[in-house]
């Protein structure tokens, strides 16, 4: 069974720094992607930033040039670097792995998920 746990959450003011880390219980280079999403009260869960196999990166629109996703195989670890926060980055952060399963009438992809991670960034 595949398990992510993500930690590194926190309360941060406007303009401050947080990594986020996302530890898998099996090689992320066995998933299609692996990434963060992001969901806000009341508002539905959004994609941050993904990472494929090929080192592809993907990035929601108002995160880029802020935020920095990489991956450390060896650790089976995944990070966001989120700089320059805005209060509009406040959400809970999932971390995400996605399976394609070749095996099925049609393909289909599996998705993974964390428990989640509070960031809230305020003054």
């Known amino acids: 069974q595949v398990q992510l746990v993500e930690s590194g959450g926190d309360l941060v003011q406007p303009g401050g720094s947080l990594k986020l880390s996302c530890v898998v219980s099996?090689?992320?280079?066995?998933?299609?992607?692996v990434g963060w999403y992001r969901q806000a009260p009341g508002k539905e869960r959004e994609l941050v930033a993904t990472i494929d196999i090929q080192s592809s990166t993907n990035y929601l629109g108002s995160v880029k040039g802020r935020f920095t996703i990489s991956r450390d195989n060896a650790k089976n670890t995944v990070y966001l670097q989120m700089n320059s926060l805005k209060p509009q980055d406040t959400a809970v952060y999932y971390c995400?792995?996605?399976?394609?399963?070749?095996?099925?009438?049609?393909?289909?992809?599996?998705?993974?998920w964390g428990q989640g991670t509070q960031v809230t960034v305020s003054s």
């Open positions: 995400n792995a996605k399976f394609l399963e070749i095996a099925t009438k049609p393909p289909r992809f599996h998705d993974y």
């Open positions: 099996r090689s992320i280079f066995s998933f299609n992607a």
